[in-house]
């Protein structure tokens, strides 16, 4: 009898086979004693593996600077997504996926031409982030985002009222949002 | 509130691996590096973990992986995953620990652990607790794993635990395929053997505590 290789059994026994090729092999170790012999050891021992668990807590990590960033793009994002955009995209004729790309472009112009200390020190700040090896509890970390949404909730109303009387996305005008985005994320976090 | 902020990010700022690596080697990038070590430094701790057989170290070799690839942020190039970059990164770092270990100390790795395993078993034959049982076969399967020589350890790591398959696997050990897959075989086959003894003897043990038992 021509036997299956061991490699053709790895794929079997982990699944990287055709639906063919597993009836085929299938149909095999019905006939086959010593290759049903090796292949239910092999099982077992892929059984005995999976009692070995490395998942260690659930831990969320201290709300890192791009995640600052991210939050506080949003805030602007969302507001002008939500409310903005649609007045803008009647009076400009335009896409709210393409304004969205287009605000999204002109911040990223912005933050790379004005914002190259603050990079240098989100950097440094990754690196720290990084090192600390202590797991934050993801409550914790949620309390901590509620809070920063919540004591800036003056901020982001007056972001909101800015971006509400916008007829016309101007260059001063997203250099203000600009601005508003950078104080809230330069706003440090209560420990 | 908190669930949509949460939505708009992941919507708006998640670019591929590539183009954040990309990012990070041309214009050192935190933003995008910090992504890429939010979304992957829980597998390689993973890898690293089970490579070495310590959590701890697990956990300080996978900082050093990301220190690394930042390090070597321009030689990655973008014709390759850069997860099969990263993968690999972190099981040469494995391998330099593996061979420090080893160097310094004259005994094997897995014999850290045989002292509180015997008192485990002793106390697990008066009373039998679930968890210490659950926690003793890990202990076993741990043990096995590190008896393992690395390459074959590797293997068996990517791709039983982590779930890469052959294919992405050989593209990260740079071996054939056919190679990774008899490897696994092989490996699989050792461990057999590693288990099977040491939990017959751990059987045997047991069953003679409770015939003792049962005589008096």
Redesign the interface.
């Known amino acids: 009898m021509k036997h299956p290789s061991q490699e053709e059994w790895m794929g079997y026994v982990y699944g990287e086979i055709s639906s063919t090729d597993k009836a085929n092999l299938s149909a095999h170790l019905k006939q086959c004693a010593e290759c049903a012999g090796r292949v239910t050891q092999w099982q077992g021992t892929m059984s005995s593996l999976n009692e070995w668990k490395v998942s260690g807590p659930i831990s969320a990590r201290v709300i890192r600077p791009a995640v600052k960033w991210a939050i506080a793009a949003a805030l602007v994002f969302g507001v002008g997504l939500g409310f903005g955009t649609a007045y803008l995209s009647a009076s400009s004729g335009r896409t709210t996926a393409a304004l969205r790309q287009e605000i999204r472009q002109e911040l990223q112009a912005e933050f790379k031409t004005q914002l190259s200390e603050q990079r240098t020190q989100l950097l440094a700040e990754v690196s720290r982030v990084i090192d600390d090896k202590r797991a934050e509890d993801k409550q914790a970390t949620l309390a901590a985002l509620r809070q920063v949404t919540a004591t800036h909730r003056a901020d982001y109303n007056s972001l909101h009222k800015e971006l509400e009387t916008m007829a016309v996305m101007t260059d001063s005008s997203l250099r203000q949002a600009q601005q508003e985005i950078v104080s809230l994320v330069n706003y440090s976090q209560p420990k | 509130?908190?669930g949509?902020?949460f939505n708009?990010?992941s919507s708006?700022?998640s670019i591929s691996d590539e183009q954040a690596m990309w990012r990070v080697r041309m214009e050192?990038?935190?933003?995008?590096?910090?992504?890429l070590?939010?979304r992957w430094e829980?597998p390689i701790?993973?890898l690293c973990?089970?490579m070495t057989g310590d959590?701890h170290r697990?956990?300080d070799l996978a900082?050093e992986t990301?220190?690394r690839v930042f390090a070597r942020r321009k030689d990655y190039l973008p014709s390759g995953k850069f997860s099969t970059f990263l993968w690999r990164v972190a099981l040469n770092l494995c391998y330099d620990e593996l061979r420090r270990i080893t160097r310094r100390r004259e005994s094997p790795l897995e014999e850290n652990f045989s002292e509180p395993q015997a008192e485990e078993m002793a106390a697990e034959a008066a009373t039998p607790d679930l968890r210490m049982v659950?926690e003793e076969?890990?202990e076993i399967?741990?043990a096995a794993?590190l008896r393992l020589e690395e390459t074959y350890r590797a293997v068996?790591v990517l791709?039983?635990?982590e779930g890469l398959?052959?294919r992405e696997i050989s593209e990260v050990l740079e071996i054939p395929e056919?190679t990774v897959?008899?490897r696994?075989?092989e490996a699989?086959?050792q461990?057999?053997k590693i288990?099977s003894h040491t939990l017959d003897g751990e059987e045997t043990h047991k069953k003679a505590k409770q015939s003792e038992r049962l005589m008096i």
């Open positions: 509130m908190t949509s902020i708009s990010l708006l700022f050192d990038d935190p933003q995008a590096f910090a992504q070590v939010q829980k701790q993973s973990a089970r959590l697990g956990e900082q990301f220190a659950e076969r890990a399967v741990r794993l068996v791709r039983h635990y398959k052959f056919g897959k008899s696994m075989a699989l086959s461990l057999n288990l």
